[in-house]
């Protein structure tokens, strides 16, 4: 089975300050995506950036990159230059690519942007 | 493009009832995922559509059902509501790789009393 695992309930980062948010994920299947997700008070949710488990490059999005460390299962979300309009829920989500759109979620980790 | 559209954004009924919930994809998307949100169990995979069809369904009980339309619109129907069923509801969808991101709407808010 499949598990997505974010240890920080909440982080405080200061304005224009980066920041690292964390996952971990776990699972048997050799193929498979991992996906950031903001949600913002308002419920939606945006994505922000996806990694392959085959690639070889760790994927970057604007301010957003992804720490993908496959050895040890983690796939950390970096934000750098903090903007207020960051405050929200950020979610970690993996999907089995053999099997459909079927994503897992993490508990999410809310992060509050301090001006 | 259009985004993914949900209707209603916000719902109330009492528990017995039941409950239509209507998601429109983005254009070109023929796969269509359903999420359930709540405090407690965050946020679970219900089912996915694609192309009229399930394709994987999630662990919930029949009182969840969908169903997705030619034109790749898809419902999803709770009967018989229960309090435990008050949740933000989110459809998502993407496009025919299982690899596609998936691009959610802004979610329907059912409140059960």
């Known amino acids: 089975a499949q598990k997505i695992t974010q240890t920080q309930p909440g982080m405080f980062v200061q304005e224009k300050e980066a920041v690292t948010l964390d996952c971990t994920y776990d699972?048997?299947?050799?193929?498979?995506?991992l996906f950031w997700y903001k949600q913002p008070s308002s419920g939606e949710m945006i994505f922000l950036i996806y990694?392959?488990?085959?690639?070889?490059q760790n994927a970057t999005e604007g301010r957003y990159s992804l720490n993908f460390q496959k050895a040890r299962k983690s796939a950390n979300l970096v934000i750098s230059a903090s903007q207020l309009g960051d405050s929200a829920m950020y979610f970690c989500a993996m999907g089995r690519m053999e099997y459909g759109n079927k994503l897992v979620f993490g508990a999410g980790t809310i992060l509050r942007v301090k001006s | 493009k259009a985004g993914v559209t949900q209707t209603p954004r916000y719902l109330i009924k009492t528990r017995g009832q039941q409950v239509t919930l209507s998601c429109s994809p983005i254009?070109?998307?023929?796969?269509v995922s359903w999420y359930q949100q709540t405090p407690g169990q965050g946020l679970q995979f219900l089912f996915e559509?694609?192309?009229?069809?399930?394709?994987n369904k999630g662990n919930f009980p029949g009182r969840f059902s969908g169903r997705q339309f030619s034109n790749s619109r898809s419902e999803m129907n709770v009967s018989t509501l229960e309090l435990g069923d008050s949740a933000l509801y989110l459809c998502?969808?993407?496009?025919?790789?299982?690899?596609?991101?998936?691009?959610f709407g802004p979610g329907t808010r059912l409140t059960v009393l």
């Open positions: 254009s070109g998307h023929r796969s």
């Open positions: 559509y694609f192309s009229e069809t399930q394709r």
């Open positions: 990694q392959g488990s085959y690639d070889q």
């Open positions: 699972t048997s299947d050799p193929s498979y995506g």
């Open positions: 998502a969808s993407s496009g025919d790789r299982n690899t596609d991101t998936q691009y």
